[in-house]
């Protein structure tokens, strides 16, 4: 297995790659191919250079901090709803959710504490980070050979308007300090439901990543903390629209046992398409009719938009009874 300077070895040889997104600029057919080929085989890579200012990241993470570190109480004036925004009180993970249509409002106000400085560069972040994949879109869009009459390297910039309604979401996570069994994940198996998800871990890892569609023998490898680098994930809508060339790898979080003395962050992008976009395939040469058992594992969703998928999935996940006394 060749590995490349770059490449976090695992015990087991499989890897995530990390990939110098300043390559789009430079020579962007070197990085299509590069994400291509990570997108095809674990589903995740890191991006250096991803333009994304540090000092940025680190000031979301102080707010997440100020946030999470308030009583329970005092952070479930806005509890999770079927809008799939604002606080959700689980025991070993919570979260707190902002849509895009959430940033100017009291949610977000309520999430920074009434700090409007701060209140403005969550949405400055936000921005920062859907421009971000909307560029890695375009890196797709390249490598999949999208002709030039269907908008060729731009194909995915009409479904991935900031302006538009959809479900992306910026979603703020909390793995409180405590004790664990490794064998128990703090955040069962799943895929994401979007287009891609972008993710950062503060100092301490604990999100692993099935590879055993990459080596049948292989069943988690860990996604470490890697400095200055964001995790990409490619999430259901894209594994739908290549008819599975792409893949949408379950992921987990489990005890670290470094929580013992601190807790865990980490920051979760979730890019959707606009709502009305469909979820069938993309025109591309390297999509066929063919390959689509491949994507049979969503193909409930094949019939519905990404607005109706997302309704569908967050259904399936949530019941909206929190009990506050639990959490
Ligand atoms: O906290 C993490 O590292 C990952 C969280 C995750 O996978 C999710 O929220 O979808
Ligand atoms: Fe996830």
Known sequence: MLLNNDSQPSQSGVTIP????????????????????????????????????????DDMFACSERFFQRPVHSKSRHLIGPDNDGFSPMKSEMAYNLRKTSLENELTSYFVQGDNVE???????????????????????????????????????KSHEWDAESGTTLRFLYYPQQTGDPDSPLAGSHTDYGSITLLMQKDIAGLEVQASRVHKDVPWIAAPVIPNTILVN??????????????????????????????????????????????DPIPSPMITQEMRAEAVEFEEGRNMTAGEYLQWRLNRSYDYNFKLEDA
């Open 119 to 157: 209140q403005e560069k969550v949405g400055v972040f936000f921005k920062d980070l859907h421009r971000l994949s909307r560029d890695i879109m375009r890196c797709f869009a390249l490598a999949l050979q999208v002709p030039k009459a269907a908008g060729g390297s731009h194909f995915f910039d």
């Open 18 to 57: 990390v990939i110098d997104f300043g390559l789009f600029s430079s020579d962007p057919e070197e990085c299509a191919r590069l994400v291509i080929e990570a997108s095809r085989n674990i589903g995740f890579f890191y991006v250096k250079n991803h333009g994304v200012p540090q000092d940025l990241i």
């Open 234 to 279: 490619i999430a259901d809508h894209l594994q739908m629209w290549t008819n599975g060339l792409f893949k949408s790898t379950m992921h987990r979080v489990v005890y670290n046992p470094q929580q013992l003395h601190s807790a865990r962050y980490s920051i979760a992008c979730f890019i959707h398409a606009n709502d009305d976009t469909k979820l």
